[in-house]
């Protein structure tokens, strides 16, 4: 057994990943992308929405053959999940973006590219099979415009626009542990990135070595600021006037699949479907966003309700593949994971990424079994009872 696969065997589910992540990363770094709004009442929400269903399974199925294949948006995906766009991952992993991209398309899941990213949009673009791509939109039309227009030319077919970042969330907790954005250098952090002499090798030294000081690459059509920097330059500003008309002109611009992320509200949803987006993904952002949200899980049943049949997607705390499925039987046609995979690739970078999705592949499939089902379509409510029931 080698070294990298020996650690990889200390990896059996995603909780492990988070005590991985924790382990590996720096203060200032874990801090970040663990990171919850204020209380963390969203972050919990989303953990306690999965208890109010409890599977109904049936004995005696031939359960020798079963298939996770999933079809959306006119692909077909090895699995009904994919990895969801997070911003800064080529400072948790060297190249992040690229080694979540690269495990993902060899897996035949999506990976969304975050517009937060270090890495040029058209390096992951160039990946085959990596062609979803997440923006935050700027807040001027000449800025979407050419946006847009760089998204198309680098060969993305699939367009998230997340719109539950009016304006960033409240930094307390992050300042806390050290963290901002544009990262300011301090002798604290100096002494925070020692004590990780692993990430400082194999991530800081080798992206400064090879690549030097990481800028934000993508959030407009130009190059942005750099992501280390003795100035708070502020990318996320300006934004706050953005309404339901940029995102019809987004629909306007933008030929391939159009889909948001963010949304809460099933009349938003309705909004979204009525104004020709191709779909959506339900979330609160992993809970990093307005503290006490509504879990995405427990409002899903009357977004669909509102929007009928549409292709209707989620993220925000799932962990397990009993998580994926309760979604899927609610009607979800599709399930995003953010921390894990952040996680995933910080502690072993793209084997890290494929075996985190070998194990939900995995425990997806032996779920399946266990509850009498070898298809993903075959996942609905006859599986289930509210818990209360
Ligand atoms: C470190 C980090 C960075 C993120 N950056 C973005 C981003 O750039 N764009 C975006 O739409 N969502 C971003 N998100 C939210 C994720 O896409 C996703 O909604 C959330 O992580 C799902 O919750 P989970 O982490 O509990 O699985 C980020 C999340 C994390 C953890």
């Keep these: 057994m080698t070294r990298q696969q020996r650690r990889l065997s200390r990896i059996r589910n995603f909780l492990d990943l988070e005590r991985a992540g924790k382990r590996h990363l720096p203060r200032p770094l874990h801090g970040y992308v663990a ?8 972050l919990a929400a989303n953990r306690a929405a999965f208890d109010d269903y409890s599977f109904l399974p049936r004995a005696l199925t031939d359960v020798s053959r079963i298939s996770l294949e999933t079809e959306l948006l006119g692909k077909r995906y090895a699995a009904p999940f994919g990895i969801a766009p997070m911003g800064i991952s080529a ?15 060899q897996a035949g899941v999506p990976m969304i590219m975050s517009g937060s990213s270090l890495i040029p949009m058209e390096e992951v673009a160039r990946i085959e099979g990596a062609d979803w791509f997440q923006a935050y939109l700027p807040g001027d039309r000449p800025g979407i415009e050419a946006l847009i227009a760089r998204i198309q030319r680098a060969g993305f077919r699939n ?6 970042y009016a304006v960033p969330p409240n930094p307390d907790n992050n300042r806390r542990s050290g963290f901002s954005s544009p990262i300011r250098p301090s002798v604290r952090l100096a002494l925070d990135g020692l004590v990780k002499p692993r990430w400082l090798y194999e991530t800081f030294y080798k992206t400064l070595r090879h690549h030097g000081i990481p800028h934000f690459e993508n959030n407009h059509a130009t190059r942005g ?17 953005l309404d339901w008309d940029y995102l019809a002109m987004v629909r306007e611009r933008w030929p391939g699949n159009l889909i948001v992320k963010g949304i809460l509200h099933p009349e938003d949803a309705r909004r979204a479907k009525a104004q020709g987006v191709d779909a959506i993904i339900v979330s609160n952002h992993g809970g990093r966003q307005l503290d006490g949200t509504i879990a995405p899980l427990r409002i899903l049943p009357e977004v669909i309700d509102a929007v009928g049949d549409f292709p209707v997607m ?4 799932f962990r397990r593949g009993t998580d994926v499925l309760k979604a899927l039987a609610l009607g979800a046609r599709f399930v995003f994971f953010g921390r894990p995979f952040n996680y995933a690739a910080a502690y072993a970078g793209e084997a890290g990424v494929s075996h985190a999705i070998r194990l939900m592949q995995d425990e997806i499939t032996r779920d399946m079994a266990l509850l009498g089902i070898t298809e993903i ?5 006859s599986r289930m009872r509210t818990a209360r029931e």
């Design 35 to 42: 990171n919850a709004a204020e209380d963390g009442k969203s």
């Design 91 to 105: 400072l948790s992993a060297y190249r992040g973006d690229l080694v979540m991209a690269r495990a993902a398309a």
């Design 159 to 164: 367009l998230v626009i997340t719109v539950d």
């Design 225 to 241: 600021i750099p992501v280390i920097s003795r100035h708070v330059n502020r990318d996320f500003s300006g934004r706050t006037h």
């Design 314 to 317: 989620i993220d925000s705390g």
């Design 377 to 381: 379509r075959q996942m609905d409510m």
